[in-house]
Protein backbone atom coordinates (compact mmCIF):
# COMPACT_ATOMS: atom_id res chain seq x y z
CA UNK A 1 0.00 0.00 0.00
CA UNK A 2 1.40 3.40 -1.00
CA UNK A 3 1.24 6.81 1.14
CA UNK A 4 -0.94 8.83 -1.59
CA UNK A 5 -1.53 12.25 -0.74
CA UNK A 6 -5.06 12.62 0.89
CA UNK A 7 -5.52 16.45 -1.58
CA UNK A 8 -3.39 17.08 -4.75
CA UNK A 9 -2.54 20.46 -3.52
CA UNK A 10 -1.69 18.68 -0.05
CA UNK A 11 1.78 20.80 1.74
CA UNK A 12 4.14 18.33 0.02
CA UNK A 13 2.39 18.13 -3.09
CA UNK A 14 2.81 20.18 -5.85
CA UNK A 15 1.71 24.05 -5.33
CA UNK A 16 -1.81 24.52 -6.54
CA UNK A 17 -2.01 26.58 -9.91
CA UNK A 18 -3.90 29.68 -10.03
CA UNK A 19 -7.53 29.61 -10.25
CA UNK A 20 -8.07 29.82 -14.46
CA UNK A 21 -11.76 31.06 -15.65
CA UNK A 22 -12.65 31.13 -19.04
CA UNK A 23 -15.46 33.31 -19.81
CA UNK A 24 -17.30 32.61 -23.39
CA UNK A 25 -19.11 35.67 -25.07
CA UNK A 26 -20.08 37.29 -28.17
CA UNK A 27 -20.17 40.45 -29.56
CA UNK A 28 -23.62 40.15 -30.23
CA UNK A 29 -24.45 44.07 -28.72
CA UNK A 30 -22.46 45.65 -26.57
CA UNK A 31 -24.60 43.62 -23.42
CA UNK A 32 -22.24 40.04 -23.35
CA UNK A 33 -19.19 41.36 -23.55
CA UNK A 34 -20.02 44.38 -20.70
CA UNK A 35 -21.54 41.10 -18.66
CA UNK A 36 -18.06 39.48 -19.42
CA UNK A 37 -15.86 42.26 -18.21
CA UNK A 38 -18.17 43.13 -15.26
CA UNK A 39 -17.36 39.25 -13.72
CA UNK A 40 -13.68 39.46 -14.91
CA UNK A 41 -12.92 42.79 -12.68
CA UNK A 42 -14.67 40.87 -10.45
CA UNK A 43 -12.61 37.64 -10.25
CA UNK A 44 -9.80 39.32 -10.42
CA UNK A 45 -10.88 42.04 -7.40
CA UNK A 46 -11.45 38.09 -5.10
CA UNK A 47 -8.32 35.98 -6.28
CA UNK A 48 -5.59 38.72 -7.36
CA UNK A 49 -3.37 36.07 -8.79
CA UNK A 50 -6.43 34.32 -11.15
CA UNK A 51 -5.96 33.91 -15.14
CA UNK A 52 -9.21 35.54 -16.85
CA UNK A 53 -9.60 34.71 -20.49
CA UNK A 54 -12.71 36.43 -22.01
CA UNK A 55 -13.08 34.60 -25.53
CA UNK A 56 -15.35 35.84 -28.59
CA UNK A 57 -16.55 32.34 -29.17
CA UNK A 58 -18.39 32.31 -32.56
CA UNK A 59 -16.24 35.05 -34.05
CA UNK A 60 -13.04 33.30 -33.42
CA UNK A 61 -13.82 29.73 -32.58
CA UNK A 62 -16.55 28.76 -35.22
CA UNK A 63 -16.50 27.68 -38.55
CA UNK A 64 -17.68 30.46 -41.31
CA UNK A 65 -20.09 31.24 -42.02
CA UNK A 66 -21.06 31.61 -38.32
CA UNK A 67 -18.03 33.48 -37.63
CA UNK A 68 -19.48 35.94 -39.55
CA UNK A 69 -22.60 36.37 -37.55
CA UNK A 70 -21.55 38.69 -34.83
CA UNK A 71 -20.03 41.21 -37.37
CA UNK A 72 -23.33 41.46 -38.92
CA UNK A 73 -25.66 41.28 -36.25
CA UNK A 74 -26.07 45.01 -35.48
CA UNK A 75 -26.84 45.50 -39.80
CA UNK A 76 -29.51 42.22 -39.30
CA UNK A 77 -31.39 43.44 -36.62
CA UNK A 78 -31.67 47.22 -37.35
CA UNK A 79 -32.36 46.49 -41.06
CA UNK A 80 -34.27 43.15 -41.11
CA UNK A 81 -35.44 42.86 -37.90
CA UNK A 82 -38.32 40.47 -38.99
CA UNK A 83 -35.95 38.07 -40.14
CA UNK A 84 -33.92 38.43 -36.65
CA UNK A 85 -37.44 37.50 -35.27
CA UNK A 86 -38.16 34.49 -37.30
CA UNK A 87 -35.04 33.23 -36.54
CA UNK A 88 -34.64 33.88 -33.22
CA UNK A 89 -38.90 31.93 -33.04
CA UNK A 90 -37.27 29.08 -34.44
CA UNK A 91 -34.39 28.11 -32.87
CA UNK A 92 -36.26 28.86 -29.38
CA UNK A 93 -38.69 26.07 -30.54
CA UNK A 94 -36.07 23.17 -28.83
CA UNK A 95 -35.77 20.50 -31.29
CA UNK A 96 -34.75 23.38 -34.15
CA UNK A 97 -32.52 25.05 -32.05
CA UNK A 98 -30.36 21.98 -30.51
CA UNK A 99 -30.18 20.72 -33.98
CA UNK A 100 -29.15 24.27 -35.41
CA UNK A 101 -26.51 24.22 -33.01
CA UNK A 102 -25.59 20.63 -33.11
CA UNK A 103 -24.35 21.55 -36.65
CA UNK A 104 -22.56 24.45 -36.09
CA UNK A 105 -20.80 22.16 -32.98
CA UNK A 106 -20.02 19.69 -35.64
CA UNK A 107 -18.28 21.93 -38.25
CA UNK A 108 -16.52 23.84 -35.26
CA UNK A 109 -15.67 21.06 -33.05
CA UNK A 110 -11.89 21.09 -33.82
CA UNK A 111 -11.35 24.96 -32.90
CA UNK A 112 -13.79 24.61 -29.54
CA UNK A 113 -11.33 21.55 -28.51
CA UNK A 114 -8.19 23.65 -29.58
CA UNK A 115 -9.47 26.31 -27.52
CA UNK A 116 -10.25 24.75 -24.45
CA UNK A 117 -7.09 22.16 -24.58
CA UNK A 118 -4.89 25.50 -24.73
CA UNK A 119 -7.17 27.35 -21.93
CA UNK A 120 -6.88 24.70 -19.68
CA UNK A 121 -9.62 26.81 -17.59
CA UNK A 122 -10.77 25.00 -13.90
CA UNK A 123 -14.21 26.66 -14.73
CA UNK A 124 -15.84 28.25 -18.07
CA UNK A 125 -18.66 31.15 -17.82
CA UNK A 126 -20.92 31.48 -20.60
CA UNK A 127 -22.19 34.69 -20.64
CA UNK A 128 -23.89 34.00 -24.34
CA UNK A 129 -27.10 31.83 -25.24
CA UNK A 130 -25.65 30.22 -28.02
CA UNK A 131 -22.29 29.27 -26.64
CA UNK A 132 -23.80 26.42 -24.43
CA UNK A 133 -24.95 23.63 -27.09
CA UNK A 134 -21.36 24.45 -29.18
CA UNK A 135 -19.13 24.29 -25.68
CA UNK A 136 -20.65 22.01 -23.36
CA UNK A 137 -20.89 18.80 -25.18
CA UNK A 138 -17.01 19.19 -26.43
CA UNK A 139 -16.21 20.29 -22.85
CA UNK A 140 -17.49 17.05 -21.58
CA UNK A 141 -15.36 14.96 -24.00
CA UNK A 142 -12.25 16.96 -23.20
CA UNK A 143 -12.51 17.85 -19.33
CA UNK A 144 -15.90 16.23 -18.02
CA UNK A 145 -14.73 17.58 -14.46
CA UNK A 146 -14.50 21.23 -15.17
CA UNK A 147 -17.93 23.06 -14.56
CA UNK A 148 -19.63 24.96 -16.88
CA UNK A 149 -21.64 27.58 -15.80
CA UNK A 150 -24.02 29.87 -17.21
CA UNK A 151 -24.92 33.82 -16.39
CA UNK A 152 -27.93 34.80 -17.93
CA UNK A 153 -27.63 38.40 -19.85
CA UNK A 154 -31.56 38.91 -20.81
CA UNK A 155 -33.32 40.28 -18.65
CA UNK A 156 -37.28 38.84 -19.60
CA UNK A 157 -37.28 36.32 -22.75
CA UNK A 158 -34.98 33.81 -21.73
CA UNK A 159 -33.77 31.57 -24.94
CA UNK A 160 -34.20 27.94 -24.10
CA UNK A 161 -30.59 27.86 -25.83
CA UNK A 162 -29.89 29.34 -22.74
CA UNK A 163 -30.89 26.69 -20.36
CA UNK A 164 -28.62 23.57 -21.10
CA UNK A 165 -29.97 20.77 -18.48
CA UNK A 166 -26.20 19.84 -17.79
CA UNK A 167 -24.96 23.61 -16.67
CA UNK A 168 -23.35 23.48 -12.89
CA UNK A 169 -25.37 26.47 -12.22
CA UNK A 170 -27.47 29.06 -13.99
CA UNK A 171 -27.08 32.54 -12.42
CA UNK A 172 -30.82 34.37 -13.70
CA UNK A 173 -31.48 38.01 -13.70
CA UNK A 174 -35.14 37.35 -11.36
CA UNK A 175 -37.11 35.40 -9.44
CA UNK A 176 -38.98 35.25 -12.56
CA UNK A 177 -36.66 33.83 -14.63
CA UNK A 178 -35.84 31.40 -12.20
CA UNK A 179 -39.58 30.04 -12.05
CA UNK A 180 -39.08 30.10 -16.13
CA UNK A 181 -36.21 27.82 -15.96
CA UNK A 182 -37.63 25.52 -13.58
CA UNK A 183 -40.99 24.95 -15.93
CA UNK A 184 -38.74 24.25 -18.58
CA UNK A 185 -37.06 21.58 -16.75
CA UNK A 186 -34.39 22.75 -14.81
CA UNK A 187 -33.61 21.68 -10.93
CA UNK A 188 -34.16 24.52 -8.76
CA UNK A 189 -31.13 23.93 -6.48
CA UNK A 190 -28.95 24.89 -9.47
CA UNK A 191 -30.39 28.19 -10.13
CA UNK A 192 -29.53 31.02 -8.96
CA UNK A 193 -31.33 35.06 -9.12
CA UNK A 194 -28.52 37.86 -8.25
CA UNK A 195 -29.52 40.37 -11.19
CA UNK A 196 -27.75 41.20 -14.26
CA UNK A 197 -24.14 41.79 -13.56
CA UNK A 198 -22.75 45.17 -14.80
CA UNK A 199 -19.58 46.57 -14.13
CA UNK A 200 -17.81 47.38 -11.15
CA UNK A 201 -18.64 51.44 -11.12
CA UNK A 202 -22.24 51.24 -10.48
CA UNK A 203 -21.51 49.46 -7.38
CA UNK A 204 -20.21 52.65 -5.70
CA UNK A 205 -22.24 56.42 -5.72
CA UNK A 206 -21.85 57.68 -9.45
CA UNK A 207 -19.46 61.52 -9.76
CA UNK A 208 -21.61 64.23 -8.64
CA UNK A 209 -24.03 65.38 -11.31
CA UNK A 210 -22.37 69.12 -11.97
CA UNK A 211 -18.54 67.35 -12.22
CA UNK A 212 -20.30 64.83 -14.47
CA UNK A 213 -22.24 66.44 -16.93
CA UNK A 214 -19.32 69.07 -17.25
CA UNK A 215 -16.97 66.37 -17.67
CA UNK A 216 -19.26 64.88 -20.63
CA UNK A 217 -19.05 68.43 -21.87
CA UNK A 218 -22.56 68.80 -21.12
CA UNK A 219 -24.28 72.02 -19.52
CA UNK A 220 -23.76 71.57 -15.94
CA UNK A 221 -27.18 72.84 -14.62
CA UNK A 222 -29.87 71.29 -16.92
CA UNK A 223 -31.80 68.13 -16.66
CA UNK A 224 -30.72 66.00 -19.05
CA UNK A 225 -32.44 63.69 -21.07
CA UNK A 226 -29.73 60.50 -22.04
CA UNK A 227 -30.56 58.58 -25.52
CA UNK A 228 -29.09 55.48 -25.96
CA UNK A 229 -29.35 52.71 -28.52
CA UNK A 230 -27.38 50.12 -27.06
CA UNK A 231 -23.69 48.95 -27.99
CA UNK A 232 -24.24 49.50 -31.73
CA UNK A 233 -25.80 52.77 -31.09
CA UNK A 234 -29.29 51.87 -33.15
CA UNK A 235 -33.11 52.45 -34.01
CA UNK A 236 -34.21 56.15 -34.99
CA UNK A 237 -31.60 57.62 -32.89
CA UNK A 238 -31.55 61.18 -34.94
CA UNK A 239 -35.59 61.44 -35.47
CA UNK A 240 -35.54 61.17 -31.78
CA UNK A 241 -33.00 63.53 -31.15
CA UNK A 242 -34.71 65.92 -34.13
CA UNK A 243 -38.31 65.31 -32.92
CA UNK A 244 -37.31 65.67 -28.82
CA UNK A 245 -35.51 69.15 -29.30
CA UNK A 246 -38.34 70.14 -31.24
CA UNK A 247 -40.37 69.59 -28.14
CA UNK A 248 -38.53 71.04 -25.73
CA UNK A 249 -38.12 73.76 -27.11
CA UNK A 250 -41.60 74.13 -27.73
CA UNK A 251 -42.65 73.25 -24.47
CA UNK A 252 -40.36 75.54 -22.72
CA UNK A 253 -40.43 78.79 -24.76
CA UNK A 254 -38.54 81.30 -22.40
CA UNK A 255 -35.08 78.90 -22.68
CA UNK A 256 -34.69 75.57 -23.23
CA UNK A 257 -36.47 73.01 -20.37
CA UNK A 258 -33.34 70.39 -20.46
CA UNK A 259 -30.59 69.47 -22.63
CA UNK A 260 -29.68 66.38 -24.70
CA UNK A 261 -26.93 63.93 -24.10
CA UNK A 262 -26.85 61.10 -27.55
CA UNK A 263 -24.48 58.45 -26.70
CA UNK A 264 -23.44 57.19 -30.42
CA UNK A 265 -21.77 54.48 -29.32
CA UNK A 266 -19.36 52.75 -32.48
CA UNK A 267 -22.05 54.76 -34.74
CA UNK A 268 -19.27 57.62 -36.12
CA UNK A 269 -21.81 58.31 -38.72
CA UNK A 270 -24.43 59.48 -36.36
CA UNK A 271 -22.16 61.40 -33.54
CA UNK A 272 -20.99 63.90 -36.63
CA UNK A 273 -24.51 64.20 -37.93
CA UNK A 274 -25.94 65.08 -34.91
CA UNK A 275 -22.81 67.44 -33.94
CA UNK A 276 -22.94 69.41 -37.18
CA UNK A 277 -26.60 70.47 -36.55
CA UNK A 278 -27.94 73.67 -34.88
CA UNK A 279 -30.25 72.26 -31.89
CA UNK A 280 -32.99 74.49 -30.45
CA UNK A 281 -31.69 73.09 -26.94
CA UNK A 282 -27.91 72.07 -25.95
CA UNK A 283 -27.32 68.77 -28.01
CA UNK A 284 -24.15 66.68 -26.80
CA UNK A 285 -23.26 63.91 -29.24
CA UNK A 286 -21.05 61.51 -27.25
CA UNK A 287 -18.61 58.37 -29.00
CA UNK A 288 -18.26 54.67 -26.97
CA UNK A 289 -18.89 56.01 -23.20
CA UNK A 290 -16.28 54.20 -20.91
CA UNK A 291 -17.54 55.84 -17.55
CA UNK A 292 -21.55 54.94 -18.13
CA UNK A 293 -22.28 54.83 -14.34
CA UNK A 294 -21.08 58.94 -14.41
CA UNK A 295 -23.26 59.70 -17.36
CA UNK A 296 -26.37 57.79 -16.13
CA UNK A 297 -25.77 59.17 -13.12
CA UNK A 298 -25.61 62.80 -14.68
CA UNK A 299 -28.64 62.31 -15.91
CA UNK A 300 -32.88 62.95 -15.28
CA UNK A 301 -34.30 60.80 -18.02
CA UNK A 302 -33.32 58.11 -20.44
CA UNK A 303 -34.50 57.21 -24.04
CA UNK A 304 -33.10 53.77 -25.30
CA UNK A 305 -33.89 50.41 -26.87
CA UNK A 306 -34.76 47.89 -24.49
CA UNK A 307 -31.28 46.09 -24.03
CA UNK A 308 -30.96 44.26 -21.15
CA UNK A 309 -27.48 45.55 -19.78
CA UNK A 310 -28.33 49.27 -20.59
CA UNK A 311 -32.14 48.49 -18.24
CA UNK A 312 -30.00 47.34 -15.43
CA UNK A 313 -27.49 50.15 -15.23
CA UNK A 314 -30.22 52.71 -15.51
CA UNK A 315 -32.42 50.80 -12.86
CA UNK A 316 -29.59 51.04 -10.25
CA UNK A 317 -28.90 54.65 -11.08
CA UNK A 318 -32.83 55.02 -10.48
CA UNK A 319 -32.97 56.51 -14.29
CA UNK A 320 -36.48 56.45 -15.40
CA UNK A 321 -36.75 54.84 -19.37
CA UNK A 322 -38.64 55.58 -21.99
CA UNK A 323 -38.38 52.92 -23.92
CA UNK A 324 -38.15 53.14 -27.78
CA UNK A 325 -38.07 49.95 -29.16
CA UNK A 326 -36.79 46.94 -28.57
CA UNK A 327 -35.00 43.85 -30.71
CA UNK A 328 -37.89 41.27 -31.40
CA UNK A 329 -37.47 37.77 -30.02
CA UNK A 330 -34.69 38.73 -26.97
CA UNK A 331 -35.55 42.19 -25.81
CA UNK A 332 -39.46 41.53 -25.54
CA UNK A 333 -39.99 40.30 -22.09
CA UNK A 334 -37.21 43.23 -21.28
CA UNK A 335 -40.03 46.00 -22.36
CA UNK A 336 -42.89 44.47 -19.64
CA UNK A 337 -39.64 44.65 -16.92
CA UNK A 338 -39.64 48.18 -17.05
CA UNK A 339 -43.31 48.96 -17.48
CA UNK A 340 -44.46 46.38 -15.39
CA UNK A 341 -42.65 48.18 -12.33
CA UNK A 342 -43.55 51.25 -13.09
CA UNK A 343 -39.65 52.25 -13.90
CA UNK A 344 -40.77 53.61 -17.67
CA UNK A 345 -43.07 53.66 -20.35
CA UNK A 346 -42.87 52.03 -23.89
CA UNK A 347 -43.21 54.23 -26.71
CA UNK A 348 -42.33 53.40 -30.22
CA UNK A 349 -43.83 56.48 -31.98
CA UNK A 350 -40.90 58.69 -32.09
CA UNK A 351 -43.59 61.89 -32.40
CA UNK A 352 -45.46 61.11 -29.26
CA UNK A 353 -42.18 59.62 -27.28
CA UNK A 354 -40.86 63.76 -28.09
CA UNK A 355 -44.20 64.99 -26.60
CA UNK A 356 -43.78 62.50 -23.01
CA UNK A 357 -40.40 63.81 -22.62
CA UNK A 358 -41.25 67.43 -22.76
CA UNK A 359 -43.93 67.04 -20.47
CA UNK A 360 -41.76 64.71 -17.95
CA UNK A 361 -39.16 67.33 -18.18
CA UNK A 362 -41.45 70.12 -17.68
CA UNK A 363 -45.58 69.58 -15.77
CA UNK A 364 -44.74 65.65 -15.39
CA UNK A 365 -41.53 66.18 -13.19
CA UNK A 366 -43.56 64.47 -10.28
CA UNK A 367 -44.25 61.52 -12.79
CA UNK A 368 -40.67 61.21 -13.33
CA UNK A 369 -39.75 61.03 -9.75
CA UNK A 370 -42.13 58.27 -8.97
CA UNK A 371 -40.47 56.59 -12.10
CA UNK A 372 -37.43 57.19 -10.92
CA UNK A 373 -38.01 55.53 -7.62
CA UNK A 374 -39.50 52.53 -8.83
CA UNK A 375 -36.66 52.11 -11.35
CA UNK A 376 -34.05 52.34 -8.53
CA UNK A 377 -36.14 49.31 -7.08
CA UNK A 378 -35.09 47.32 -9.99
CA UNK A 379 -31.54 48.13 -9.30
CA UNK A 380 -29.56 44.91 -8.72
CA UNK A 381 -26.19 46.83 -7.64
CA UNK A 382 -24.68 43.82 -6.00
CA UNK A 383 -25.23 41.46 -8.59
CA UNK A 384 -21.66 40.97 -10.10
CA UNK A 385 -20.04 40.36 -6.50
CA UNK A 386 -22.92 38.07 -5.83
CA UNK A 387 -22.44 35.57 -8.81
CA UNK A 388 -18.91 35.70 -8.00
CA UNK A 389 -19.03 34.77 -4.61
CA UNK A 390 -21.67 32.00 -5.28
CA UNK A 391 -19.74 30.72 -8.63
CA UNK A 392 -16.71 30.32 -6.12
CA UNK A 393 -18.25 28.81 -3.00
CA UNK A 394 -21.22 26.76 -4.48
CA UNK A 395 -19.55 25.77 -8.04
CA UNK A 396 -15.93 25.37 -7.20
CA UNK A 397 -16.06 24.83 -3.71
CA UNK A 398 -18.56 22.38 -3.44
N1 LIG B 1 -22.36 50.79 -23.56
C1 LIG B 1 -21.21 51.44 -23.11
N2 LIG B 1 -20.79 52.53 -23.78
C2 LIG B 1 -21.43 53.00 -24.87
C3 LIG B 1 -22.61 52.34 -25.31
C4 LIG B 1 -23.06 51.23 -24.62
O1 LIG B 1 -20.59 51.05 -22.12
O2 LIG B 1 -20.99 53.99 -25.44
C5 LIG B 1 -22.80 49.63 -22.79
C6 LIG B 1 -24.06 49.90 -22.01
O3 LIG B 1 -23.75 50.64 -20.85
C7 LIG B 1 -24.52 48.47 -21.76
C8 LIG B 1 -24.11 47.77 -23.06
O4 LIG B 1 -23.15 48.58 -23.69
O5 LIG B 1 -23.80 47.89 -20.70
C9 LIG B 1 -25.29 47.62 -24.01
O6 LIG B 1 -25.94 46.47 -23.64
P1 LIG B 1 -27.48 46.23 -23.88
O7 LIG B 1 -27.76 44.89 -23.33
O8 LIG B 1 -28.29 47.34 -23.34
O9 LIG B 1 -27.66 46.28 -25.45
P2 LIG B 1 -26.91 45.53 -26.65
O10 LIG B 1 -25.87 46.46 -27.16
O11 LIG B 1 -26.33 44.26 -26.08
O12 LIG B 1 -27.99 45.28 -27.66
Redesign the pocket.
Known amino acids: MTDAPARLNAADGPAPRPLAVLILMSRT????L?SARALEAEFRARRPDCRVTIVDLLTDHTAFPFSRMPATYDSVVNRTPRLWHAMWRVTALSPVGRSSAAIVRRLSRSRIEALLRSERPDLVISVHPLVNHLVLPVLERVAPLTPFVTVVTDLGGIHPLWLHPRNAAVYLPTDRAVELAVSRGLPRGRLHAHGLP?RADFASPAAARRDARRAFGMDEALPAILV?G???GIGPMEAIVARTAAALAAASPGGPAAQIAV?C?SNARLKARLAAEAWPVPVTALG???R?SDLMGACDLLVTKA?????A?ASIRGLPMLLYGF?PGQEAANVDHVVDAGAGLFEPDVAALATRVAHLVTDGRGELSAMAERAASLGRADATRAIVASILSDVLDA
Open positions: GGGHAVMGGGVAYVDMGPGTIEI
